[in-house]
């Protein structure tokens, strides 16, 4: 058994006479050098990440391991509360339809889900042009009352003149 160093001083000094002794032995030069490089090499790697080299081989690394599902549960878990068998839940009662105008999202998107800002209930899923049109007049209830006097011809904005060759008015 060896002798056991027997340090005297205050506690700080005997911590700076250890990490000497340390920095003596085979082991604390390896772990000295390696602590002297660490600027350098974090340069070095932030060049790399900044190069179009870099950027290429992150962004293979993301294609690889991501999941696109996993990330809209994750998603929505955060941003809702709800896990994707209560989306599925809601969707199902909603007979997979928005809850206002009863159509579905071009290209098979999932529907939107509404939900109040002040307080985070959630009131249904919406289509993305319902969930648009809500989040404009749920912040201005009179933009509303405005497009409602438009649409029936009673804004003093109306210009009232025959349309062109529309695909509507063709049938």
């Known amino acids: 058994m060896g002798k056991k160093q027997i340090y005297s001083g205050t506690k700080k000094e005997r911590n700076n006479q250890a990490v000497a002794k340390y920095q003596q032995t085979k082991k604390g030069k390896v772990a000295q050098k390696r602590a002297n490089q660490k ?21 293979k690394y993301q294609n690889a391991h991501y999941d696109p599902q996993e990330r809209y549960e994750r998603s929505i878990k955060y ?15 909603q007979n997979g339809v928005c809850a206002i105008c009863g159509g579905i999202n071009e290209g098979g998107q999932r529907l939107a889900i509404d939900h109040d800002h ?9 289509c993305i042009r319902c969930n648009m049109w809500l989040g404009k ?15 029936k011809g009673q804004s003093p904005h109306n210009i009232k003149k025959p349309g062109g060759n529309c695909p509507e008015r063709r049938n």
């Open 39 to 59: 600027p350098k090499r974090r340069a070095k790697n932030k060049l790399y990440r900044r190069s179009s080299k870099g950027k290429v081989t992150r962004r």
């Open 79 to 93: 941003l809702y509360g709800i896990t994707i068998v209560e989306y599925d839940e809601i969707f199902e009662k």
């Open 118 to 126: 002040k307080n985070g209930e959630i009131r249904g899923l919406l």
């Open 137 to 151: 007049f749920e912040n201005n209830p009179d933009l509303f009352k405005e497009f409602e006097k438009y649409l």
